[in-house]
């Protein structure tokens, strides 16, 4: 099979996806045509089988459940106690409130595992709260667009399961590995606030009331259940009491549980967390499935292979091949959401990686950032649909107040790039 | 009785037992982790985990497609003219049913085939394949029906119900 081909299989495809079919259709679409035009095998069989195996794996049940305590957690009054608790602490640094965004999203982060999620919890308390307050609207949604995307990279994180699962990597070292990736990134986008704030001290309104340092310890009392959940959650993935599932379900029921200690648990509630969950999860499962039995067809006809024997004659380097990864993602994520995009990107180019020598732990949280990018880069970026449906405003501005974000995520792959450290280092002490 | 409200029955009793295997799904997970802690082993949690998984997924999907929270690219579809649209809407739900109708008889053959050849599991559960394998077979073989449902919607110039419904922001990722 010569490069025309592969070429002409990839150019199909996104013609397909981009004509309105369901993504995870089209993948299937195209895995069987695949199959049947270039390959002598039976293309139904393998296709049945193939999903079969997919949508039944043990590892996969994590997805559901972390969907699931997401959506229990969303209807539960979890993100305004976050903000009486967090809110007396920041009104000392420069840009006060705002960093309740991030730091509310950078906690909230490590119960759900969707940047959108993320985004709408935390949004649904600050957006409110801080224009109330006289906060400026533009600083206020982009630290809002942009720290919600640490849904992905702090763990529990959908995104890293999907890649776990496709590429056949730790689930559990995945979640590890992000945490640290996950605080440089908040970090750079608490910087950010500090240095607007500093550059337009007219525009942070004052504190709104001094408390005593008594006062703000007694206010953090609203932060106990949150911090229990990240224990119960990624405490037991850490020292490897339970698996990625099991931490899972234990956080479904950790939620539960919270929810009901607040009086939030209704029948109501709990039947729309259930079929909220349900539906999301039968999205992504539509997805996973169409992307298993594409990478197993593009497998038989070898495309991925020549793809890296190809990319591998260009004689790029890890540095050039990453660069041009990455600037490739980030136009792919202007279009595409980004599940579809790491599957498409395991079924066609992870033997490029590994001939690479990257490893496979570290460019997941690659691919993770740049997916976080993804989120907020128009038209299609879900953190920007969440803050459009929560605010009316209209896309294109969103998206601009949050383009320093997306800088500081470029500059969070340099940093990832020149120190791998950060991200390497602490799954290696895991325990198991 | 009439079909329009029969099919709306199904796709909602469907998603009703979707939700039931998610509930099984998180009992099965707690079951094993329950056994761990208090020295009991049920055999074959996992695998029955991953099969309410499955079966959860492929029931719910028609439901989900009724929402419209399946994702397409509607990129090029809200950019293009009225006429443009209707076309490349015919052409995407055609499309989209001729996969829903492969992945559905495929599904169905092979729970046949588990069935005929009696299959069983290489787990500890020892399950038959065909009985978690009907959840597949059944679940899109309703999805095929609900796309060839809206498809007809299109082809009678309505507009197509499966959008997502406004004002609730997409959680998806």
Avoid at chain 1, 340 to 351: E, K, N
Wanted: charged share 10%; glycine share 10%; net charge neutral.
């Amino acid at each position: 099979m010569d490069m025309a081909i592969t070429f002409g299989l990839i150019l199909a495809l996104f013609a397909l996806l981009g004509s309105g079919i369901w993504i995870g259709l089209a993948l299937l679409g195209v895995g069987w045509l695949g199959m049947e035009m270039f390959t002598t095998r039976a293309g139904g069989d393998a296709m049945a089988v193939t999903i079969w195996g997919a949508s039944s794996s043990w590892t996969l049940t994590a997805l559901p459940m972390f969907l699931w305590m997401g959506e229990i957690l969303f209807r539960t009054r979890l993100s305004s106690d976050m903000f009486k608790g967090l809110a007396p602490w920041l009104e000392k640094l420069p840009g006060r409130l705002l960093h309740v965004n991030v730091i509310g999203c950078t906690i909230f982060a490590a119960v759900s595992g969707s940047s959108a999620a993320t985004c709408a919890t935390i949004g649904k308390i600050t957006l409110p709260e801080l224009k109330k307050r006289g906060y400026p609207e533009a600083i206020t949604i982009g630290t809002l667009a942009g720290a919600g995307t640490l849904g992905l990279l702090i763990p529990p994180s959908i995104i890293m399961i999907v890649y776990g699962v496709a590429a056949e990597v730790s689930i559990a070292k995945l979640f590890i590995a992000g945490v640290f990736p996950g605080i440089l990134l908040a970090t750079l986008f608490m910087g950010w606030i500090v240095v607007w704030a500093l550059l337009n001290p007219d525009a942070v309104p004052p504190a709104t009331e001094q408390t005593s340092f008594g006062q703000k310890l007694y206010a953090s009392r609203h932060l106990i259940p949150v911090v229990l959940l990240i224990t119960l959650v990624l405490g037991s993935i850490y020292t490897g009491v339970a698996t990625a599932t099991e931490a899972a379900a234990l956080g479904v029921v950790g939620s539960l549980v919270l929810a009901a200690a607040q009086g939030a648990l209704s029948w109501n509630t709990f039947r729309e967390s259930l079929f909220g969950a349900t539906r999301l999860y039968c999205m992504i499962a539509l997805i996973l499935a169409g992307s298993a039995f594409l990478t197993l067809s593009m497998g038989y006809m070898g495309l991925p292979r020549h793809l890296a024997e190809w990319i591998a004659s260009l004689g790029l380097g890890q540095f050039g091949l990453l660069f041009g990864l990455m600037i490739f993602f980030i136009i792919l994520g202007c279009f595409l959401d980004g599940i579809s995009m790491v599957v498409l990107t395991i079924a066609v180019i992870q033997p490029t990686i590994v001939a690479a020598g990257i490893d496979l732990i570290w460019f997941g949280v690659f691919l993770v950032v740049v997916v976080e990018m993804a989120q907020i880069t128009p038209p299609v970026g879900f953190n920007l649909f969440v803050i459009q449906g929560m605010t009316g405003k209209q896309l294109p501005w969103i998206a601009r107040t949050a383009l320093p974000a997306f800088f500081l995520m470029v500059a969070a792959v340099g940093l990832l790039y020149a120190f791998p450290g950060i991200i390497t280092w602490l799954p290696q002490r895991m325990v198991g | 009785m009439s079909i329009r409200r029969a099919l709306d029955r199904l796709y909602g009793a469907a998603a009703w037992v979707a939700a039931l295997f998610m509930i099984g799904t998180l009992a099965m997970i707690l079951l094993s982790v329950t056994g761990r802690l208090l020295d009991f082993h049920v055999r074959g949690t996992d695998a029955y985990a991953g099969y309410c998984m499955a079966a959860a997924a492929f029931l719910a999907l028609a439901h989900t497609l009724k929402r419209g929270e399946h994702i397409r690219v509607t990129l090029i579809l809200d950019h293009t003219g009225p006429r443009t649209r209707h076309a490349l809407e015919l052409w995407s739900h055609a499309a989209g049913l001729l996969c829903a109708v492969l992945l559905a008889w495929f599904a169905t053959r092979l729970a046949w085939q588990s069935f005929q050849f009696n299959d069983i599991s290489q787990g500890t559960d020892a399950t038959p394949l065909w009985i978690p394998q009907l959840g597949m077979a059944v679940g899109s073989m309703i999805f095929a029906i609900a796309l060839a449902d809206e498809l007809l919607a299109v082809l009678r110039g309505q507009r197509p119900r499966h959008r997502a419904v406004d004002g609730e922001p997409v959680r998806s990722e």
